[in-house]
């Protein structure tokens, strides 16, 4: 550790003397308490409670047309190892005003985050090793990315030890437009490929679609819209979608409602069909940001998983209130219910309904460096859900989960 730390330093003094140097860092310890968070707690099981901790020191080197960022990151337990990594690495060549070349391992974060996310919600983060085209001219912005994963340097074929967890080739195209009516319209394709265990052989899956956003005076809307096809990794064919709505209204300087509902396609259970059977119906919400959509209880972080195949259906209200220029809160509330048909052993149609979920989260800034966060969450879930995660039937309780985060951003200063 002693050695790392001299190496970085010495890598300061010696850089800091040929360019631009802009030092940054942040310090994130949060507490949990977790009681039924990501699955249904029954009376044998015992409520966690931990300090987890992001600590990041980046350097940002700039000099004429390049710029280049490494970023530390040691993300741990407290009473944890040391788990010290080079979180980012990458540089980018502007070629002209609008075009530039930007590889290495890097965040990729477009719109919401709905399907390409750096999840800020995880404290060890979440980066691609990418190639970027980037264009961007006025109110036209483009990105067309390319990402291929090893686990080492093979000397003959190319056996992949994280084919069942971790894509092998993710290439996207990203447009983005801005009109000066209050619209702007975004349209990404998306070609996601996992290699198949013990082979050679890649699985491609290709994602398209559109996010549509609207605002004006005190009303903003959005809107996405995406499909779909190709091969699941499992080599079925993949037939899914996926469309979301949400329309926010101003009430007043300090109040915001919020209205919105999320579909996400399953697989219909009851359809015997052997082309349905031999195809794949639900949709992967890819390398999304997961803890801010479906509730903050995390239970529908992989759609096919956790929802038994159905998919999922989330109908939800949010307010926000901004209490004073320091402190705001926001409650929402979640019904999710399943998109498709689920059976259970008995053949029978399990209800559609899976869960209901209250989330508050309250916000204060001391200062422009300090950001505090607290969150309650609680989830009622059904018989249903109880089904998909495999809990006996009534045994399962309300969920329950508590977090305190105190995030202390330095900003950037220069060298």
Do not use: C
């Not at 999840?119 to 001219?137: E, H, M, S, T, V």
């Not at 999710?336 to 059976?343: D, E, K, P, R």
């Not at 800034?365 to 966060?373: D, G, M, T, V, Y």
């Amino acid at each position: 550790m002693k050695s790392i730390l001299f190496f970085i330093f010495l890598f300061f003094v010696t850089i800091s003397t040929s360019a631009q140097v802009i030092i940054d860092g942040i310090i994130r310890p949060r507490v949990e308490y977790r009681d039924g968070f990501t699955k249904i707690s029954t009376a044998a099981d015992k409520p966690a409670f931990f300090v987890s901790q992001q600590t990041r020191l980046g350097v940002k080197l700039m000099k004429d047309d390049l710029i280049g960022k490494f970023t530390f990151q040691d993300a741990r337990i407290w009473g944890g190892d040391n788990i010290l990594s080079l979180y980012e690495a990458w540089a980018k060549y502007s070629i002209s005003n609008s075009f530039a070349v930007k590889f290495g391992r890097q965040e990729l974060h477009y719109d919401d985050g709905r399907l390409i996310s750096r999840r800020p919600r995880r404290q060890d983060g979440f980066y691609y090793d990418a190639l970027l085209l980037q264009y961007a001219k006025d109110s036209l912005y483009v990105d067309i990315g390319f990402s291929v994963n090893n686990s080492q340097a093979n000397v003959n074929g190319n056996a992949y030890a994280y084919a069942t967890t971790q894509f092998k080739n993710f290439n996207f195209l990203y447009f983005k437009k801005y009109f000066n009516n209050g619209f702007d319209i975004a349209i990404t394709g998306i070609s996601s490929g996992f290699q198949k265990e013990n082979t050679d052989t890649t699985f491609f899956k290709q994602t398209i679609g559109t996010k549509l956003d609207y605002q004006k005076s005190k009303f903003s809307a959005s809107s996405e819209l995406f499909y779909q096809g190709g091969k699941h990794k499992d080599g079925r064919s993949v037939n899914a979608y996926s469309a979301t709505l949400k329309a926010a209204y101003q009430v007043t300087s300090k109040v915001k409602f919020t209205l919105g509902t999320e579909t996400f396609s399953g697989h219909d259970a009851t359809n015997s069909g052997v082309n349905y059977q031999n195809t794949n119906h639900v949709f992967d919400n890819l390398q999304g940001a997961r803890f801010r959509y479906y509730g903050r209880m995390n239970y529908f972080r992989n759609l096919e998983k956790d929802t038994g195949g159905g998919g999922l259906i989330d109908y939800y209200i949010d307010l926000n209130v901004k209490l004073s220029k320091q402190f705001q809160a926001t409650g929402m509330y979640h019904y999710f219910n399943s998109q498709n048909n689920i059976l259970n052993n008995n053949t029978e149609v399990l209800d559609k309904h899976l869960a209901s979920e209250f989330d508050l989260i309250l916000k204060y800034q001391p200062q422009k460096n300090i950001n505090l966060s607290f969150g309650y969450s609680f989830l009622a879930p059904t018989n249903s859900l109880e089904f998909i995660q495999n809990i006996n039937i009534n045994e399962g309780q309300f969920g329950h989960y508590l977090w305190l985060m105190t995030a202390v951003d330095f900003g950037e200063f220069k060298l």
